[in-house]
């Protein structure tokens, strides 16, 4: 039991109670006397009379009946309470958000000792997620103690139901004991759905138990949009974390990017954003470190927040790396002064530049060699001609029957990509392609037969966005005639529009090569010999090659589905997460050249391990690297309000609202007076 309002029952008490000890200190002693003769009156009579304002009270049951009933007064003054008496005795829905921001080390001890809790034994801070924890394992314990049905719901990016509706106690707690922290953005919207479902599975306040929604976060959301999700069912929001006034002194690389430097395709310049939520200029030395190790130190100051604004700086480094080298930027941060570890580091996997090796298939006969000679001003000679102008790494020249040999012995793994001018290859080649007049045997690619020939027509619309055709124009490029394409496949998107159809299509999909199709013959239009043309071949083999000079790096998010280059190892691949402990070990599965690992909620750096023998000549796979890079979670800040459709929920207390019982000691303090009234009747009486 517990008293709501025990300033109140202390001042009463400090009023009442010597009142009452003082109305029998003051009282003359007199009471009835019965003497046998009138001799004895004169003596007794002063005895009785006697004023003894300061003596000690006699005991009895008066004195002790009045102070009983001074006291139930007392404390029903007080408003006496049973915690979580009054909680829900129908079904409770547990939300905990873990997180990037949950993983702050600015959370209260709690009931830290309970094993299903989290802590930071090393330097005795705890993280918010083990407040949380314990405090949601407190509220089951109290809600089930009257047979309360429990949910656990976890939410951050996304939700997952970790208990559905159940009455074992010991489960629900498990449940929560054996929720991971993530790196990732705390998303609550992502969690409206479920909840919907779980309240309709609950039935209505009528026919069903009555349904309440427990949020366990520390109030970094952008709230609930749709409030219906939750209409008439009570939302509590549990803050944990530091008040939201309190320091919360915090730097983190919330920004990372590369791109290669143009006067030096080699080079590659990173740039950095490091952001500090505290309330002072912070000076923190950034290390750049490529594949372990550091390559330069240097220091920044990095400016105070500026009310609920952080400070930010950037800076830039400068590296010429090999072929997939893991760069990473670290801040060497104080520990002690920094509440989030998470985000003190974040890393690239660059990509050394190679000139794309091009492989050009052609349906007449000619030499293989690159230095062969086709008939002057054919559209297949400018075509070569704007081929050779990229300097590629290799140009190969081969003819259809050559292109089956080199296909059927496996040797397109030796090529970047392939231009087909006017072949059509019997499969689909395992690298990226563009097709001149002809399609690919790939639904939403293939080509039907050639219309006639007609007067030339101008193109009638193109995608100026997109990085084929951003920097050119095809206002006068006409085409005479073209093949259909078809337009239903979801997977292909057409950039370029004739009269007759789309002109240029393009497939670009994570988990296989890229493709480009144009549905004309280069012979039966003018776009050889426009000054687009060869600014539309450069783009397109650094579009399929990905060898751009803003593809100097890859690096994923932790909501990102992570898709890397599974280069000749065979299946299947494990990735294990660098330095963490226990060793988290990913399963990579994927066809063609891609491996999938799908979304990864803990930030860090992915190192493929592949079983068996090292191949020296095998090209293994890329590692994959993963950062929070969140500026809001960096910020960890706290709120004591959730904002739900128009409205705002405050925080409370994580317990069920407590029964008042303070009639039941106004029941008891009437009853006394009862008893009382005939204990001093019968003493009047004596």
């Not at 008040?243 to 080079?267: C, F, T, W």
């Not at 052609?362 to 293989?368: F, K, L, W, Y």
């Amino acid at each position: 039991m517990s008293f709501l309002a025990p300033t109140t029952a202390l001042l009463a008490a400090a009023i009442v109670l010597p009142l009452l000890v003082a109305m029998y200190l003051l009282k003359l002693r007199r009471r009835p006397l019965r003497v046998s003769s009138i001799l004895f009156w004169e003596k007794r009579g002063s005895d009785v009379q006697v004023n003894v304002p300061l003596a000690r009270p006699r005991l009895s049951w008066l004195l002790l009946l009045h102070l009983l009933i001074a006291t139930l007064l007392i404390a029903a003054v007080g408003r006496p309470a049973l915690p979580g008496a009054a909680g829900t005795s129908g079904r409770v829905i547990v939300v905990i958000d873990h997180s990037a921001s949950m993983n702050a080390l600015d959370g209260k001890a709690g009931d830290i000792r309970d094993p299903s809790s989290d802590g930071s034994p090393a330097d005795g801070r705890f993280s918010r997620l083990a407040e949380a924890k314990s405090l949601a394992i407190r509220a089951i314990r109290d809600a089930t103690a009257n047979s309360a049905l429990t949910s656990v719901v976890a939410v951050a990016a996304g939700t997952r139901v970790l208990r559905e509706f159940s009455s074992d106690r010991t489960q629900a707690i498990q449940s929560i004991a054996e929720l991971q922290p993530t790196d990732q953005p705390g998303n609550l919207a992502s969690c409206t759905d479920v909840l919907r479902a779980l309240v309709a599975s609950a039935g209505d306040a009528e026919s069903g138990p009555s349904v309440e929604i427990l949020l366990f976060s520390d109030g970094v959301f952008s709230g609930i949009e749709d409030p219906s999700a939750i209409a008439g069912v009570p939302l509590r929001l549990v803050r944990v974390g530091s008040d939201p006034a309190a320091a919360k002194p915090n730097l983190g690389i919330v920004a990372l990017a590369a791109r290669r430097i143009e006067s030096d395709m080699q080079g590659v310049e990173v740039f950095a954003r490091v952001q500090n939520s505290a309330n002072e200029p912070r000076v923190v030395p950034v290390s750049f470190a490529l594949s372990g190790r550091v390559l330069e130190t240097r220091s920044v100051t990095v400016p105070s927040s500026v009310g609920d604004v952080p400070g930010e700086a950037s800076l830039t480094f400068s590296c010429r790396p090999d072929a997939r080298t893991v760069a990473t930027v670290s801040l060497g941060v104080d520990a002690a002064k920094d509440l989030l570890a998470n985000d003190n580091s974040a890393s690239l996997v660059l990509r050394r530049y190679n000139p794309p090796r091009i492989l050009f298939v052609t349906r007449g006969a000619m030499a293989t060699s690159s230095t062969a000679e086709s008939s002057p001003l054919s559209a297949s000679f400018l075509l070569g001609d704007v081929l050779e102008e990229l300097r590629a790494g290799e140009l190969k020249r081969v003819t259809a029957g050559e292109y089956d040999e080199v296909a059927s012995t496996g040797q397109l793994k030796f090529f970047d990509a392939i231009v087909f001018d006017n072949v059509t290859p019997r499969q689909l080649p395992p690298i990226p392609s563009i097709s001149f007049g002809s399609g690919l045997p790939s639904p939403g690619l293939e080509l039907g037969p050639p219309s006639e020939a007609g007067p030339a027509k101008p193109v009638l619309s193109w995608s100026r966005s997109h990085p084929l055709l951003q920097f050119i124009t095809l206002d006068g490029v006409v085409v005479s005639r073209s093949r259909p394409a078809r337009e239903n496949s979801p997977t292909v998107t057409p950039i370029a529009r004739g009269d007759t159809g789309p002109l240029i299509l393009t497939r670009d999909i994570d988990a296989e090569p890229r493709r480009i199709v144009c549905s004309f013959d280069l012979a039966d239009s003018n776009w050889p010999i426009e000054p687009g043309f060869a600014i539309f071949m450069n783009a397109s083999v650094a579009w399929l090659t990905a060898s751009g000079a803003g593809d100097a790096a890859r690096a994923f998010t932790t909501v990102e589905p992570v898709s890397v280059d599974r280069g000749d190892a065979p299946a299947p691949i494990r990735y294990e997460r660098v330095g963490s402990t226990p060793a988290e070990i990913i399963q990579a599965s994927g066809p063609g050249t891609r491996a999938l690992l799908g979304v990864l909620e803990r930030a860090g750096v992915y190192v493929p391990s592949i079983p068996g023998e090292t191949d020296a000549r095998r090209r293994d796979p890329e590692p994959a690297a993963v950062n929070l890079l969140d500026p809001l979670e960096s910020a960890i800040g706290t709120s004591d309000s959730l904002r739900v459709g128009k409205g705002r929920v405050l925080s409370t207390s994580p317990n069920p609202t407590p029964l008042e019982i303070w009639w039941w000691f106004l029941v008891a303090a009437g009853a006394m007076l009862v008893l009382e009234w005939f204990v001093f009747a019968r003493s009047a009486r004596s």
